[in-house]
């Protein structure tokens, strides 16, 4: 059985695209989760004509991304209260012993000595991590690093001369680029869709805490997670993360990656550090809307508007003041949504310019970043406006 990770959206949910942790003799709660090539359309982009095949890109991406076994070893849960199902099915009893259960996901080789990047929620938790590639060879990998804000993580196998993905960039991906989706989905092996970039920068979903994910129409579906998004030329775009689902679980043409510019951020200081580390401004903040500037009496049309200054933070420590409107971060515009994104991609030290209104005046501040507190500990500049992820199977 599938483990389904789903964020309820109106009337879809966002499903995370692993094959969920699977136990024999064991009802596992449902469980779903869920990766960019720019071709030139014919008269753009210099007038190329559209392909006719996309084998020679199969033929150099397919044996660079992997399947990734993990298991997990579950704690025997025997009392009643333990039950997770509740009354829902009041003869059933989870296991009086541990209990070992096995989820899929996807990995793209990264470097030829066996640096693989996949998502956190394929790895989280795994006490043995097994990655199967392309030429049939099983191989034992250890995790370097993981970073749940962005899903992202970085496991290692013992080998050389890998087949591996050269890293292309996300800030020329483009609306209508085609895009070739590449992982293990439901198991089958390496598998290769085509589809479109439909959108880029997409955030707001309540998946991730750092979201500007490219949306694509390529088909994925569970078991594409950690997988590759390429573009004509073979180059990695995005890791394969989520789709959205009207409640069946499978591909309904809008899936999501995050960006190969972030990832790179990510798997740099993971393979470095083995950990991410986040400048912080120290404020809680939520998106400027007309009814909120009316409020303010800021005219502005997009901002982000200080709820909350933390003691003895970096913004207290300038003046920073609740009610504020941060309008610009180093002379460009800025809403909260691309406010987090540039603060969390500098380092602790780091020095920003903020353009601020308030009061109906122009205030200049240079704030210098500390160190955004960890995942274990309550997380600073949390935008209220971005929904609260839902639960995770």
Do not use: C
Request: proline residues 6%; without cysteine.
């Amino acid at each position: 059985m599938n483990r389904t990770r789903r964020y309820s959206m109106s009337i879809v949910a966002a499903v995370m695209l692993s094959i969920g942790w699977l136990a024999g003799g064991m009802i596992g709660s449902p469980a779903t989760h869920a990766a960019p090539v720019a071709a030139v359309v014919p008269q753009a982009r210099e007038a190329a004509s559209m392909p006719t095949t996309f084998a020679p890109v199969a033929k150099a991406v397919l044996p660079a991304v992997v399947n990734i076994s993990a298991t997990k070893i579950v704690p025997a849960m025997a009392r009643p209260e333990d039950n997770p199902f509740g009354n829902a099915f009041p003869g059933f009893r989870m296991p009086d012993r541990p209990s070992r259960q096995q989820g899929e996901g996807s990995g793209v080789i990264i470097s030829p000595d066996g640096y693989i990047v996949t998502n956190n929620h394929v790895v989280d938790g795994a006490t043995e991590l097994t990655v199967s590639l392309s030429d049939k060879r099983v191989m034992k990998a250890k995790v370097i690093g993981t970073d749940a804000r962005t899903d992202i993580a970085l496991v290692k196998v013992e080998a050389k001369d890998l087949p591996h993905l050269t890293l292309g960039s996300s800030a020329n991906v483009e609306v209508g680029d085609i895009a070739l989706a590449v992982g293990n989905p439901f198991g089958l092996g390496e598998t290769m869709t085509m589809g479109i970039i439909s959108a880029t920068g997409r955030g707001g979903l309540g998946i991730e805490d750092y979201e500007d994910f490219i949306q694509t129409d390529a088909s994925i579906n569970p078991g594409n997670s950690g997988g590759a998004l390429v573009n004509t030329k073979g180059e990695l775009i995005g890791i394969n993360t989520a789709i959205l689902s009207g409640g069946g679980g499978g591909n309904q043409g809008v899936g999501f990656a995050v960006p190969v510019d972030m990832v790179r951020q990510v798997m740099t200081q993971l393979k470095d550090k083995g950990v991410v580390t986040r400048g912080r401004l120290g404020i809680y903040f939520q998106e400027l809307t007309p009814k909120l500037g009316s409020a303010l009496g800021v005219k502005a049309a997009q901002g982000a508007v200080v709820t909350e200054v933390v003691p003895d933070g970096p913004a207290a420590k300038t003046g920073l003041k609740k009610d504020d409107v941060i309008v610009a971060l180093n002379g460009k515009e800025i809403d909260g949504r691309s406010l987090r994104l540039a603060v969390g991609a500098m380092s602790p030290g780091a020095t920003v310019n903020l353009t601020v209104l308030r009061d109906g005046a122009e205030r200049k501040y240079s704030v210098t970043l500390d160190t955004m507190a960890t995942e274990a500990q309550k997380p600073e500049e949390q935008p209220f406006s971005t929904p609260r992820r839902g639960g995770r199977g």
